[in-house]
């Protein structure tokens, strides 16, 4: 299971057991928002800071860092295929990314 809170990192925990497996840390805000790709693979995280970070969770490292929004990133989406990211803002602004 993973969760992002107002401490402004990601966790990744053993369900079965509870306990915390790790930690992604790098927005500057509180994360609202996340999307795993259907492989599994790759973690994107909306924050208050304004961005949507994209994570390899093979390596548990930021890859990247998408564009920045006017106003908090409070909602994504991946598609079931795995090559489209959709991302919502409090500022009213929806953007359509290519993640493959």
Same mark, same amino acid.
Request: aromatic content about 6%; overall charge positive.
């Given at each position: 299971?993973?969760?992002? *809170? ?14 915390? &497996?790790?930690? &992604? ?11 795993? *790709? ?6 994107? *995280?909306? *924050?208050?800071d ?12 930021? @890859? ?11 909602? &994504? ?18 953007k359509?990314?290519? @993640?493959?």
């Amino acid at each position: 299971m993973i969760s992002g *809170s107002r401490d402004k990192e990601i966790k990744v925990w053993n369900v079965k057991t509870g306990k915390l &497996l790790y930690s &992604l840390t790098g927005h500057e805000g509180s994360v609202l928002s996340i999307a795993i *790709s259907p492989d599994g693979k790759t973690l994107f *995280s909306g *924050s208050e800071d304004k961005t949507v970070k994209v994570w390899d969770l093979t390596t548990q490292q930021e @890859v990247n860092t998408l564009t920045k929004y006017l106003d908090a990133v409070k909602s &994504l989406v991946i598609s079931p295929d795995g090559k489209t990211l959709i991302s919502g803002s409090h500022d009213g602004i929806i953007k359509i990314w290519s @993640v493959q």
